[in-house]
């Protein structure tokens, strides 16, 4: 038996899913069709998201439901209300050629009486999360003693979110005879528990090792010294310029801090955490799932639920405590026949986890060199020109310009017009990894050496470190000033120490540096503005706020007494100025709510 057809699904169902484009069953509906079609034993089933599990469980109920009788015939029960209606709407469209079938998803975060009314016009299928769903029976309003079947997915998550108790009650109020079918990617210990109690002499069927994951997934990680977590992952994110990702942290204030500083970085992406509301939520998801976002930092909560099957990457900036977790979040890629890369990354400490993770995902994991910027800027520079390849070309409307556009470029080579074309897209590449330092450990480093292949010029790697500070003492420092000065106690070593200690692994160089009496002013190696700007917000110095501005170059010869005077009097007017921006800055809510390091 290897079509639907076969199988002995009814002809209102086959249309439906012929019209979805199913030709064939994947390998757990193969598996759990039969089970559901031809006994009422009950079933435990173990698969992944993104393997058709919702098809394989759904498909064989609407084949036996007769939408003639009256009352509820099964409860789907769902650990989030996006997956809850995920399932709601493909059961309906499995359904839509069943005269009188009704399904209705019943979730938290939306109008209970609503949901109430459409269960009192009938249905025969309810999808709810538990949480609503134990709400709806306490207050009668939601009656189960009719249920032929009990659908628990993802049932591990249920569990993990802390879900069980609610169970236990909804469970309780079903009949005795009733098909339970119990899907899961994982077995924990308290699913045992749960399977033992509920369910009477399961059959365990599972497409492939209930254990392992999606094999279109490749497990890589990067390691890392701890203070280049955050540069390493835009390493990550620049060498894949086609990403389209899930970052997941551990909490919610890290997931807002990675995301905010991606976003101040320029990077296309949002925060989802469980601090949002659910129209917040709902937002955010939507702009992912519609690409208007290329990247979601999330934390593993939010991120439940969230259906999207194309994803490039699942990063893992730190790994979850529990194995299971990392199952989860790996399981998000490489779904629908797409290929995918789980990337985790990992310090020496954390690199011991990964004999337990292989154990129990199957596989192996393979380390990767953490990029250096000449790797980054051949894989956007490449990517730029295919993307100027690819670029349709709106005849109609550029032709027109034609001849004004040849006139202004009539005296510039094909080269010329060539590599301005790509410079406008690209000099922010190129100016943010010239020099950037080799982020790998010094061992990996040497490996790096020995298996480099002969692509040519090395030399931003290779340029010693006194020519790296000659060359960016020329061309690339800028001057900054700072409100410390000598009457605070401020000196070159603190500030070093402040500067080492927050700019979270960058170790950008620094210049020249004057200890004024009120105030002092020191170079640092550009491009570094917003990341210094965001440590200060970290800092305080003997009690006072520390405030860091881009200041003039340093004037010749480092000017006369007269011209330091001028210098300090127009500096007082911007401390005023700075004063106001820390203001601004303690009335925005959480943004601000970050500690400040006191030294
Ligand atoms: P699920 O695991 O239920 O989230 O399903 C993942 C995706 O696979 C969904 O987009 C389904 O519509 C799709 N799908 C499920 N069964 C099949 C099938 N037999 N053939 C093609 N696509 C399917």
């Given at each position: 038996m290897s079509t639907f057809k076969e199988m002995g699904l009814k002809s209102e169902i086959l249309s439906a899913i012929t019209d979805l484009g199913y030709e064939n069953p994947t390998p757990i509906q193969k598996l759990a069709l039969p089970k559901v079609l031809e006994s009422k034993q009950d079933l435990i089933a173990f698969a992944q998201?993104?393997?058709g599990k919702t098809a394989a469980f759904s498909l064989p109920i609407l084949n036996q439901?007769?939408?003639?009788?009256?009352?509820?015939?099964c409860i789907v029960l769902s650990p989030t209300r996006e997956l809850g209606l995920q399932i709601a709407e493909d059961i309906k469209s499995y359904s839509?050629?069943?005269?009188g079938f009704k399904v209705v998803p019943v979730y938290g975060g939306a109008d209970i009486n609503q949901q109430i009314r459409k269960l009192e016009r009938g249905c025969d299928v309810v999808v709810g999360t538990p949480g609503r769903t134990l709400d709806l029976i306490k207050r009668n309003?939601?009656?189960?003693?009719?249920?032929q079947y009990l659908v628990l997915d993802e049932a591990d998550e249920m569990l993990s979110m802390g879900f069980a108790d609610d169970l236990d009650a909804i469970l309780a109020n079903?009949?005795?005879?009733k098909q339970t079918l119990l899907f899961s990617a994982t077995m924990p210990p308290d699913m045992v528990k749960l399977s033992k109690k509920y369910m009477t002499d399961p059959a365990e069927i599972s497409a492939?090792?209930?254990?392992?994951?999606?094999?279109n997934v490749t497990h890589q990680y990067y390691k890392i010294n701890s203070r280049d977590r955050y540069p390493s992952l835009k390493r990550a994110v620049d060498v894949a310029p086609d990403i389209y990702g899930i970052i997941f942290c551990r909490t919610r204030a890290e997931t807002k801090e990675v995301a905010e500083r991606l976003a101040e970085d320029g990077y296309n992406t949002d925060a989802l955490h469980g601090d949002l509301s659910q129209a917040q939520r709902d937002y955010v998801m939507n702009r992912f799932r519609n690409r208007q976002l290329q990247l979601l930092v999330a934390t593993d909560v939010a991120a439940?639920?969230?259906?999207?099957?194309?994803?490039?990457h699942v990063i893992n900036f730190k790994l979850p405590d529990e194995d299971d977790v990392y199952v989860h979040r790996s399981g998000r890629t490489g779904r629908a026949a797409n290929v995918g890369i789980s990337l985790s990354l990992l310090t020496s400490k954390e690199e011991s986890r990964l004999r337990y993770l292989e154990k129990k995902i199957g596989r192996k994991f393979e380390k990767v060199l953490i990029p250096n910027g000449q790797e980054i800027c051949e894989k956007q520079l490449f990517s730029l020109i295919d993307n100027i390849k690819e670029t349709e070309i709106a005849n109609s409307h550029i032709d027109g310009f034609l001849p004004q556009i040849f006139d202004m470029f009539k005296d510039m080579s094909k080269e010329e017009v060539l590599k301005k074309i790509v410079s406008t897209e690209f000099n922010r590449f190129l100016e943010y990894y010239?020099?950037?330092?080799?982020?790998?450990?010094t061992s990996d480093k040497r490996e790096r050496e020995r298996n480099k292949?002969?692509?040519?010029?090395d030399s931003g790697e290779r340029r010693s470190r006194r020519e790296r500070r000659e060359h960016k003492t020329a061309a690339h420092m800028t001057r900054y000033f700072i409100n410390q000065g000598k009457k605070d106690g401020f000196s070159p070593k603190l500030l070093m120490g402040m500067i080492n200690s927050h700019?979270?692994?960058?170790?950008p160089e620094i210049g020249q540096i004057e200890i004024m009496k009120m105030f002092s002013f020191f170079e640092m190696e550009s491009g570094h503005t917003s990341d210094l700007q965001r440590a200060a917000k970290q800092m305080e110095f003997n009690g006072r706020e520390v405030a860091i501005e881009e200041s003039s170059p340093r004037p010749e010869g480092g000017g006369d007494r007269k011209e330091k005077r001028n210098r300090r009097r127009g500096r007082n007017n911007d401390q005023r100025g700075s004063g106001g921006r820390s203001r601004r800055r303690q009335s925005s809510g959480s943004h601000g709510a970050k500690r400040r390091r006191r030294y």
């Open positions: 998201t993104g393997t439901i007769d939408p003639n009788k009256d009352g509820i015939k839509k050629n069943m005269p309003r939601l009656n189960l003693e009719g249920v079903t009949p005795q005879e492939g090792n209930k254990k392992q994951a999606n094999t439940r639920g969230l259906d999207v099957n194309e994803l490039t010239r020099d950037a330092p080799d982020l790998n450990k292949d002969n692509r040519g010029d700019m979270d692994g960058l170790s």
